[in-house]
């Protein structure tokens, strides 16, 4: 509700977000073949790993400790090769600034940070 607010409050800042729809609704993630014999072996010795920590950890009741049983979950069931889409590693590694900070950026020898915050085209995210 807050970032509804503030949107409504600051028209500029939903300009970003909507080029950010439209640059994902247009540069779709590709579909990911079938893994390789060697991306097999390593993604088992990974997931038995991570399987491992699973049924040894204690659980705490804090988010962080939430957080890391739910990675290793992912990690035992899901595509490893597609983590960067992984919603709980959106939600806790990707920072999404206000425009506020932005516009101080601009405001600060935008050359040199135009080049340091654009964004990296590694791996397959959306």
Known sequence: MRKIKFLLNHPRAIIPKLQRLLFHYIYKPKILESPSVDEIELIE????KASHLLMSQVILDNPWSQYRK???ELIVHDDLRNFLNWDLLKETMFYEPDIQELDKLKQQNWQFWQKAIA???VGIHK
């Open 119 to 121: 964004e990296d085209f």
């Open 70 to 72: 739910r990675l290793l």
């Open 45 to 48: 010795q990974i997931r038995s």
